[in-house]
C-alpha cells in the first residue's frame, strides 16, 4: 500500500484489515449454501386462514395503539437508468421507427403513461410541437430524448423514485409519494408515520426538496404527521475492485477503484434506525389508490404475525433468564424454536439441560423479520430456502441463484421445485426484550458475499457484492415466511411494466 492508498483508505473510513480481507475473498471466492430444501406451504412458509387473517390484522392495531415506534424504511438509492435500458438502445439504434417489439408497445401506448402530459409540455415548449405531432413526422427519437435526456424529463439519471408513476385527477404521483401514503395506512402509531428513504449522494437534495414540497398535502389527506428522514450509503462500505487475478484494480491515475457494495451495505443504515418495528420494501413496488386496500391489510397480516412470535419470544427469554424452569418447559421451548421460528437443530436431543438453555436463549435472543412470499410466477429474483448456518444448525434463508451450486443435482432440484420467491416485503423486528437495540452488522454471514465479473473503460475487473441485506446480511436473524396475494408485489422493472393493468 502507498502513501496515496492509505489516505485513500482514510477517508473512505476503509481499514487496512477490511481491504486485505476483501482482496482474499476474491481469490479464495465464496462457498455455495448447504441446502436442506426449498420452502413450501406446510415446510416453512405459514398461509394464514380468514380467521387468521382478521386476528392478525386486529393484533397488529392493538400495538400500534401502545404507542410503539414503527418506521418505514424504502430503499431508494441510484439512478433509474436501466429502467430505459431498451429506449437508451432505441436513441442510439441506426434506424429511426420503432423496431423491437418493446419499441412499439412504448410508443403505441405513450398516452397512458403518467409522464405524458410533462412530457407533452415539455416538448411543446422546447420543440414548439408536442408528443403526437413529432411522432406523427417520424421523429420518435426527440420523443424519446425528451423523457432520458438532461434537458428532458431526465428520467435516464433520475432515482426511480421520483419518476411519475401513476396518474390521478388531481395529478401523478412518484413511488416516493405512494409509500408517503402506505406509510400513514398501515404504519403510523400516536397519529405520526415515519419513513426513512435511502437515497444516492447525488439525489439527496433533490429527493428532500421533492418530499418537503408533497408530505404536507399527504399529512393533511390522511390525518397524520410525517417524520420524514433520509440516509446515503456509507463510502466505508464500498468494496475493492480487483483485476481478474485478483490484484487491486486502479483508475488511470494510480488510485484503487472502489464500487458500491449492493443493497447489503444498508444494513448499517438499518442499523441507526431507533425503531420497535421496522417495514422494509423496495421504492418501485407500489400501486394505485385503487389496490392499496390489500397491500395495507397484507403488511397488517405480518406484522401481526411478528408482534405475535415475538411477544412469545420475550416471555420464553424471561424464563430462561430466571433460571426457573425444568426439563419439559425446556422441551417446550425448543418445539417453538423449531416449529415456530423454523430453526432446527439435527443433534438437538444430544444436549443436557444447562447446554440446551444456553443454546435457546441464543436462538430465541436475536433480531427477527417476517417476509412475505409469493407465488412463483417467473419473476426474476430470490427465493425461500431451508439452508445451513455456521453453527450446523439449519433455517429459513433467502437465496439467489448466485448462491446454489448448479452442479448440485439435488440442490438445483430444490431450486426447481421452488413454488415461491422474495418479493422484498419485510417487517423487522430489532429490538431485545429488555428493549435494547440489536447491533445488526453482528449477525450478518460474511461468507455469503458474491463476486461479479464487470468493466470499466473497457478493463475488465471484478466486483464484490456485499452480503445481501435479506440474504446474508440477515442470515442469523429468525425468519418466518409467510404466504401473501401476488396482488401485493407489483414491481417495475422496465418503463414499460408500467403499462401493466395494476400501474394504470
Known amino acids: ?5 492509505l489516505e485513500q483508505l482514510q477517508a473512505k473510513g476503509i481499514s487496512q484489515e477490511k481491504l486485505e480481507q476483501q482482496l482474499s475473498e476474491f481469490k479464495t471466492g465464496f462457498p455455495f449454501l ?6 413450501t406451504i406446510g415446510a416453512g412458509i405459514v398461509a394464514p386462514t380468514a380467521e387468521e387473517v382478521k386476528q392478525y390484522v386486529k393484533t397488529w392495531n392493538d400495538y400500534k395503539a401502545e404507542g410503539k415506534k414503527i418506521v418505514k424504511f424504502v430503499p431508494a438509492s441510484g439512478a433509474a437508468s436501466r429502467m430505459f435500458k431498451d429506449m437508451f438502445a432505441f436513441v442510439d439504434a441506426d434506424y429511426d421507427v420503432p423496431t423491437t417489439d418493446f419499441e412499439k408497445k412504448y410508443f403505441d401506448n405513450i398516452e397512458k403513461f403518467a409522464f405524458y402530459d410533462e412530457l407533452d409540455a415539455l416538448l411543446k415548449a422546447q420543440k414548439g410541437k408536442g408528443v403526437k405531432e413529432l411522432m406523427a413526422e417520424g421523429d420518435y427519437k426527440s420523443v424519446a430524448k425528451g423523457m432520458l435526456s438532461k434537458d428532458g424529463l431526465n428520467y435516464g439519471q433520475l432515482p426511480k423514485g421520483m419518476l411519475l408513476f401513476h396518474s390521478y385527477p388531481e395529478g401523478a404521483r412518484t413511488p416516493m409519494e ?8 398501515y404504519a403510523a402509531s400516536n397519529g405520526e408515520a415515519n419513513v426513512h428513504f435511502t437515497v444516492s449522494h447525488e439525489h439527496l437534495d433533490f429527493f428532500k426538496a421533492k418530499v418537503a414540497a408533497k408530505a404536507d398535502g399527504y399529512a393533511k389527506k390522511y390525518g397524520v404527521k410525517y417524520d420524514i428522514s433520509f440516509s446515503e450509503q456509507k463510502p466505508s462500505t464500498d468494496t475493492v475492485a480487483a483485476n481478474p ?14 464500487r458500491p457494495g449492493g443493497h447489503g451495505a444498508l ?11 421496522i417495514f422494509v420494501k423496495n421504492i418501485d413496488n407500489v400501486v394505485p389508490d385503487r389496490l392499496k386496500p390489500e397491500t395495507v391489510e397484507w403488511k397488517q397480516v405480518i406484522a401481526g404475525i411478528l408482534v405475535t412470535l415475538q411477544k412469545k419470544t420475550f416471555e420464553y427469554l424471561k424464563v430462561l433468564d430466571s433460571g426457573k424452569y425444568d426439563h419439559d418447559k425446556l422441551i417446550e421451548i425448543a418445539r417453538f424454536v423449531k416449529h415456530e421460528l423454523c430453526c432446527v437443530k439435527p443433534d438437538l436431543k444430544e444436549l443436557e439441560d444447562t447446554d440446551l438453555a444456553i443454546y435457546l436463549k441464543k436462538k430465541l435472543n436475536r433480531p427477527m423479520r417476517v417476509a412475505g412470499m409469493v407465488k412463483n410466477v417467473g419473476e426474476p429474483g430470490g427465493g425461500p430456502f431451508l439452508a445451513y448456518n455456521q453453527d450446523g444448525t439449519y433455517s429459513l434463508q433467502i437465496l439467489e441463484s448466485s448462491q446454489i451450486d448448479k452442479k448440485n443435482e439435488q440442490y ?4 426447481k421445485e421452488g413454488t415461491h420467491f422474495n418479493p422484498v416485503d419485510l417487517v423487522c423486528a430489532v429490538k431485545d426484550y429488555k428493549g435494547n437495540a440489536f447491533n445488526l452488522p453482528d449477525y450478518v ?14 478493463r475488465e475487473l471484478l466486483a464484490l457484492e456485499l452480503p445481501g441485506l435479506w440474504n446474508g446480511a440477515m442470515s442469523d436473524w429468525n425468519t418466518i415466511f409467510v404466504e401473501v396475494p401476488l396482488g401485493t408485489f407489483n414491481p417495475v422493472k422496465t418503463v414499460n411494466d408500467l403499462l401493466r393493468e395494476q400501474h394504470q
Open 245 to 258: 487475478d485478483g490484484t487491486p484494480f486502479r483508475n488511470e491515475d494510480g488510485s484503487l477503484l472502489f
Open 178 to 185: 405512494e409509500h408517503l401514503v402506505e406509510g400513514a395506512l
Open 412 to 415: 438445483m432440484k430444490y431450486f
Open 34 to 39: 448447504k441446502l436442506e430444501g426449498s420452502a
Open 1 to 5: 500500500m502507498s502513501e496515496k492508498d
Open 267 to 277: 444494513i448499517e443504515n438499518l442499523n441507526e434506525i431507533n425503531a420497535d418495528v
Open 445 to 458: 454471514d460474511r461468507t455469503t458475499g458474491f463476486i461479479s465479473s464487470k468493466s470499466k473503460n473497457g
